[in-house]
C-alpha cells in the first residue's frame, strides 16, 4: 500500500476567504519555486501531472487540495520567492501562505521542499519560523539528491540537521530524489505517524538505499 497513491484532485483556491470547511486532516507541501516540491508530489504519488511542473518557476498562484484514500488531504501550497512575479501577487501568495500555515486548524504538519544544492534559504527559514510556532511537525525533503555525489549529500544532510537541531523533534530531515525515486518510504512512514496510522502496509524504509533517515 501507498499513503499518497490514488490522490484525486478536489478544489483549487487562490484566496484565504475560499478555503474549503476542514474535512479530514490536512498535510501541506510548500517549498521555494524551482525547489522540486511538484516533482517530489509527482512521484510520491506515482503520478506524472498530479502536481503542476513548470519549466518557469512561480507558475503555481493557487493552493491545490488532493484526497488521499486514507480520508486525509494533501494541500499543495504555492511555490513562493521567484523574484520575476510581480509584487502584488507575491504579496497575495505570501498572505495566502501565512494565513494558511497559522490558521488552519486541521493542519496535522508541514513538509517543507527545499533543493539540497541550496537548503535554507531567508525564506525557507521565514517559513518555519511561521509554523514552529503551532506545535505542529515539520518535514524538511532534501530534494535534487541525485544531483549531489554521495558525500555531498550526506554533508548536506548533516549540516541541515545541525542548523535545525535547536528546534528538536518537531523538525525531521532527508534527503530525497524523484528522479530516482528516492527516500519515498521515509516521507511515507513520516507522514503515516502524525496520521497516527499503521505502517505495516506501507512500503518498508530500504536500507541500503537509504539517502538519509528521517529523524535527526
Known amino acids: 500500500m501507498s499513503l499518497f497513491r490514488n490522490a484525486k484532485f478536489e478544489i483549487s483556491i487562490a484566496k484565504a476567504g475560499d478555503l474549503p470547511i476542514p474535512d479530514g486532516p490536512e498535510i501541506a507541501f510548500a517549498g ?4 522540486g516540491k511538484s516533482s517530489a508530489i509527482n512521484t510520491l504519488a506515482d503520478h ?10 512561480g507558475r503555481t498562484q493557487l493552493i491545490n487540495f488532493f484526497r488521499l484514500d486514507c480520508g486525509a488531504v494533501l494541500v499543495d501550497l504555492p511555490g513562493y520567492g521567484y523574484a520575476k512575479v510581480p509584487e502584488a501577487i507575491r504579496r497575495q501568495w505570501v498572505g495566502l501562505l501565512e494565513n494558511y500555515l497559522r490558521r488552519r486548524e486541521n493542519l496535522v504538519g508541514l513538509v517543507l521542499i527545499m533543493d539540497s544544492r541550496h537548503p535554507l534559504t531567508p525564506l525557507d527559514r521565514q517559513m518555519i519560523d511561521w509554523f514552529v510556532p503551532s506545535g505542529r511537525p515539520i518535514h524538511v525533503l532534501l530534494t535534487k539528491a541525485d544531483k549531489l555525489s554521495r558525500n555531498e549529500a550526506a554533508a548536506t544532510l548533516a549540516a541541515v540537521r545541525r542548523e535545525l537541531a535547536g528546534l528538536g523533534a518537531q523538525v525531521t530531515v532527508q534527503l530525497f530524489s524523484s528522479l530516482k525515486k528516492v527516500g519515498m518510504e521515509e516521507v511515507e512512514h513520516t507522514v503515516a505517524g502524525w496520521l497516527n496510522l499503521a505502517t505495516d502496509d506501507l512500503p518498508e524504509v530500504p536500507t541500503g538505499a537509504r539517502l538519509g533517515a528521517a529523524g535527526k
Open 32 to 35: 521555494r519555486s524551482n525547489a
Open 48 to 57: 506524472t501531472r498530479l502536481a503542476y511542473v513548470s519549466k518557469t518557476p
